[in-house]
């Protein structure tokens, strides 16, 4: 029988509980992606809170893959500095953090100086996109490996691959934007050579002890996207590979059907993706992590032991509550306060719940 908090692994790191704060970006970045002190202070808040562990809003790779102005970039090791003050404020409150590294794709803002790229060439949100070139995906791949050890030198527990959201490496993964006629593109074995590509260079630079997980799809929940059966069959090759952890999400946020951040009713029983986590858990060995429409410590506990899912994740409801692990251990069995409507994603008035402050 799981419990939300008794000690355990997951994906290779040692966690007081199995809640996982999910990567949220809080566009609070300075001097052109560097960690400052506004940064460091909410991820000290986070830990003071009871989670378990921390995954790190999504660091650029390089100096062309953000989507927000104000999103750190992990592309140099002046990061390396501002990330082992993070680390530290975290330690210091017995939480472990995972770093996780992306590169926006065709979602890219060329108001932030960025050129978006693609799989392939496209029309995306009012730009051209110019489909990568074999040198720029390989370039691309060594950057995933070279800022996952830049993350490892810092002293975090493990990185994460983000592989969801039609970011690029989701893009390659599916073929609502991936229309290659190369060996990226076509079957789900091609358009996951990417993908395959970045952890295998992750896992030469940071070696075989050290954490590494991805968040990946279920699927695009789109017409002409990644389907169910291929992104379990994805996950079943990296788990061949060694992968440690496998946080299972959905949707590449082109209509409001695809938008990984749904609107949670009042009665739901069950997470978004729960029960793709669910089957993705009983066919890896790998760590499953599920992620999306959790809001109580009991139903958490329901899916925990409904199958091989060892640890949720939460986004929106530690914007609202950071401290709201604390409150479930201290026994308070209420259901989250947040009540999923998005606001909290205006980065323009700043970072944080803009209903209950």
Not at 203 to 215: A, C, E, G, L, M
Not at 322 to 350: M, V
Request: hydrophobic share 40%.
């Amino acid at each position: 029988m799981k419990a939300i908090f008794e000690k355990t692994i997951v994906g290779g790191i040692s966690s007081k509980n199995r809640i996982i704060r999910s990567a949220t970006q809080e566009g609070l970045a300075v001097d052109d992606g560097r960690i400052g002190a506004e940064l460091i202070s909410v991820y000290k808040t986070l830990a003071e809170g009871g989670v378990g562990i921390i995954i790190t809003a999504m660091a650029g790779v390089d100096e062309n893959s953000r989507v927000f102005p104000l999103m750190v970039k992990a592309n140099d090791d002046v990061f390396i500095t501002g990330l082992r003050e993070v680390v530290s404020a975290v330690h210091d409150n017995n939480c472990k953090i995972v770093v996780q590294l992306a590169h926006n794709g065709a979602k890219a803002n060329p108001d932030n100086g960025n050129e978006p790229l693609a799989p392939s060439d496209m029309s995306f949100g009012g730009n051209n996109v110019k489909g990568m070139t074999k040198e720029e995906i390989n370039n691309l791949v060594w950057n995933f490996a070279l800022a996952a050890l830049r993350c490892k030198e810092a002293g975090a527990e493990g990185v994460q691959i983000h592989g969801a959201h039609g970011y690029l490496l989701s893009e390659f993964l599916s073929p609502f934007f991936n229309r290659r006629t190369d060996e990226y593109g076509g079957s789900i074995a091609n358009r996951a050579r990417i993908v395959f590509e970045v952890y295998d260079a992750i896992r030469s630079k940071v070696k075989d002890d050290y954490p590494v997980w991805i968040k990946i799809n279920s699927e695009d929940f789109v017409d002409g996207g990644l389907s169910f059966e291929e992104s379990l069959w994805v996950c079943r090759e990296l788990d061949k590979r060694g992968i440690n952890g496998i946080e299972v999400s959905g949707g590449i946020g082109v209509s409001s059907e695809s938008t990984p951040t749904r609107i949670v009713s009042k009665e739901n029983e069950r997470g978004t993706f729960s029960d793709y986590a669910l089957s993705i858990a009983n066919d890896v060995e790998a760590t499953v992590i599920s992620v999306g429409g959790y809001r109580t410590r009991d139903m958490i506990e329901q899916w925990l032991n409904k199958g091989k899912v060892e640890a949720i994740s939460l986004c929106r409801p530690l914007i609202c509550e950071p401290d709201l692990p604390t409150a479930w251990k201290n026994g308070d069995r209420r259901k989250a306060r947040c009540i999923s409507c998005n606001k909290c994603f205006d980065y323009g008035s700043g970072f944080g719940c803009k209903v209950f402050k």
